[in-house]
C-alpha cells in the first residue's frame, strides 16, 4: 500500500474500540440462529402450528421488514443528536428487543391455531422491528469506524467472531443445557419446558451486548460524520434513495447476499431435520456438531483477512463460498447415491463432523468478505452523490439476515409441506421415501440459490485500487470544501472548475 493511501485511511481504531463494536453482532446472531434453527420445529412439533402457517407468517414479516429498513436507514443517516446518528437508535432498542425475544418462546397455553398464529405473528415483528433499530445502525458503524480496505475486513472479522459466539454458541448451550434430552428420553428440543430458561438466557445476552456495544462506542461520535443541516421533502429523500442505491457494485453484492442468505435460511430451517430424521443422531451428537461449527467459524474468522489481502475480496469470496458449496452438499449426495456409512456408524459421525467443521470455516470467510465488499460501496456511493448513506446502504444487509429466518425459512416449510413431512414424529417413524424426498429437494434448491449468487459476484467492480482511490476523492472533495472562499485553490476562485458536491 502506497504512504498515500495509508493517509486516506485515517486514524487507526484501538483494540478496545474494535472489542465494545463487534461484540454487539452477538445480540442479532443470537437471534437470526435462534428463530431459523428453532422457531419452526417449535411451533410445529410442540405448539402444533403447520409449516405452512408458520412460514406465512415469517414471510409477512419479512414485508414488512423490506419496508421500514431503507426507512430507518434513510432516517438515521439524516439523524442529528448530541449521540450522533447512530447511537440513540442502538440505546433505544436495547430493552423492548430483549423483552420481544423472550414473549416469542413463550406463548399461552391452551390457545386456538388462530390465536397462537396472531401471537406468532405479533412477536416475530416486534423482534424484527427492534432487531433493525438495533442492528441497521450498528452496521453502519462499521465503514465509518474502519475506512482502510484491510482494516475494515479485520474489524468486520472480529464482528464476524462474536457473531459466531453468539449464533452457534448459544446453538450448543441450547442442545446441551438449556434442550438437552435427558437419560430417560425426556426433555430435548420437542419438549417445550426448556424453552423457558432458554429465551430467558438469550433476551438477557442481547440486552448486555447492545448495552456494551452502544454506550462502549459512544467515545466515537466525535470523530464519526455528522448528518448536514437540512430540510427535505419525503419526494426529495425518495429520489436521493434512488440515487444512492443505483450502484452497480451495490445491486450485484446486494442479490448475491440476498440469495446466499435465503439459501442459509432454508439449510437452518431444515437442519435440525435432517439431524434428526435423516441421519438419525442423538442430541449429543447434534450438540457435538454444533461445536465444530462455532470451531470452523472462528477459524473462517482468521480466515477471511488472508483471503482478502491475498486474492482481493472478490475473487476471495467466490473461491471460498463456492467450496463451501461443494462441502456442505457432500454428505447428503452421497446418501442419496447409496455410498454414505449407514447410520449410527462411527463413519458416518467422521463424515458429518468433517463436513461441518471444514464448511463452517468457509462459510464464515464468506460471510465476513461479503459484508467487507458492501461496506467498500459506501464511499463508492459519496463519490457519486456527495452524501454519506452507510444506513441505507446497510439496510440491504440487514434484510440479507432476516432473509435468512423470513423467506429462508419460509423455503424450508415449503419443503415440508410439499413431502408432506408428518407432524410430532418420532425419530426413526418417517418413511424412507419421505426421508429420499427431503434429500432430493433440498440439493437442487441450494444449488440455484448458490450459483445464481456466484455469478452475481462476478460482475462486483470495487477492487483494492478503487477503493482507495474513492478515499483520495473524498479527501481531496473535503479538503476543497474546507478552503476560504477567496483562497487560490478554492473551487470558488476558479471559475471553470467544478464546485465539489455536497451533501
Not at 155 to 174: D, I, K, P, Q, W
Request: glycine share 8%.
Amino acid at each position: 500500500m502506497t504512504a498515500t493511501a495509508s493517509a486516506a485511511e485515517g486514524r487507526r481504531l484501538g483494540l478496545g474500540t474494535k472489542l465494545t463494536y463487534a461484540v454487539g453482532a452477538a445480540a442479532t446472531n443470537l437471534k437470526v440462529r435462534a428463530l431459523s434453527t428453532f422457531l419452526v420445529i417449535f411451533y410445529n412439533q410442540v405448539v402444533g402450528l403447520s409449516p405452512k402457517t408458520v412460514g406465512a407468517i415469517l414471510m409477512i414479516a419479512l414485508v414488512v421488514d423490506a419496508v421500514l429498513d431503507p426507512i430507518v436507514g434513510q432516517i438515521s443517516d439524516n439523524f442529528r443528536s448530541r449521540w450522533g446518528r447512530r447511537h440513540p437508535f442502538m440505546l433505544a432498542s436495547a430493552l423492548p428487543y430483549a423483552v420481544a425475544f423472550f414473549a416469542l418462546w413463550n406463548p399461552p397455553s391452551g390457545w386456538d391455531e388462530g390465536a397462537l398464529a396472531v401471537y406468532l405473528a405479533v412477536c416475530v415483528i416486534a423482534v424484527r422491528v427492534f432487531d433493525t433499530f438495533f442492528e441497521l445502525p450498528h452496521q453502519a458503524l462499521a465503514p465509518e469506524l474502519a475506512r482502510g480496505y484491510d482494516e475494515r475486513t479485520n474489524l468486520l472479522s472480529m464482528r464476524h467472531f462474536f457473531m459466531v459466539a453468539g449464533g452457534l454458541g448459544m446453538t450448543v448451550l441450547a442442545y446441551q443445557v438449556f434442550l438437552r434430552e435427558r437419560p430417560d428420553g425426556t426433555g430435548g428440543v420437542l419438549a417445550r419446558d426448556g424453552y423457558l430458561a432458554y429465551s430467558a438466557t438469550g433476551a438477557l445476552i442481547i440486552l448486555a451486548t447492545i448495552l456494551i456495544s452502544t454506550l462502549g462506542t459512544l467515545r466515537c461520535v466525535p470523530h464519526l460524520h455528522q448528518a448536514p443541516v437540512r430540510r427535505i421533502t419525503i419526494g426529495a429523500m425518495l429520489r436521493e434513495m434512488g440515487a444512492t442505491l443505483n450502484n452497480r457494485a451495490f445491486i450485484v453484492s446486494t442479490v448475491a447476499a440476498l440469495l446466499i442468505a435465503v439459501a442459509v435460511g432454508a439449510r437452518n430451517g431444515l437442519e435440525i431435520y435432517f439431524g434428526l430424521y435423516f441421519w438419525q443422531l442423538t442430541q449429543g451428537q447434534l450438540a457435538t456438531l454444533a461445536t465444530t461449527s462455532v470451531i470452523g467459524g472462528f477459524l473462517g474468522v482468521f480466515l477471511a483477512p488472508v483471503v482478502g489481502r491475498t486474492m482481493g475480496k472478490k475473487w476471495g469470496v467466490i473461491a471460498v463460498f463456492g467450496s463451501a458449496v461443494l462441502v456442505h452438499v457432500t454428505p447428503v449426495s452421497l446418501r442419496l447415491l447409496g455410498l454414505a456409512p449407514a447410520n449410527g456408524t462411527p463413519e458416518l459421525l467422521a463424515l458429518l463432523y468433517g463436513e461441518e467443521i471444514i464448511n463452517a470455516t468457509l462459510a464464515a470467510a464468506t460471510g465476513v468478505l461479503l459484508f467487507a465488499i458492501l461496506a467498500d460501496v459506501v464511499e463508492d456511493a459519496e463519490v457519486k452523490t456527495g452524501r454519506r448513506s452507510e444506513g441505507l446502504l446497510m439496510s440491504a444487509q440487514n434484510l440479507f439476515r432476516k432473509a435468512i429466518s423470513g423467506l429462508g425459512v419460509f423455503i424450508a416449510t415449503g419443503v415440508l409441506t410439499f413431502i408432506d413431512f408428518p407432524e410430532k414424529a418420532e425419530r426413526t417413524q418417517v418413511a424412507p421415501e419421505t426421508l429420499r424426498s427431503l434429500g432430493l429437494a433440498y440439493i437442487p434448491t441450494l444449488l440455484v440459490l448458490y450459483g445464481t449468487a456466484i455469478l452475481c459476484l462476478l460482475a462486483y467492480n470495487i477492487g483494492r485500487h478503487r477503493h482507495e482511490e474513492n478515499l483520495r476523492k473524498l479527501d481531496a472533495m473535503r479538503a476543497a470544501e474546507a478552503l476560504p472562499a477567496d483562497a487560490p485553490d478554492s473551487p470558488a476562485a476558479t471559475p471553470d472548475a467544478p464546485l465539489p458536491v455536497k451533501p
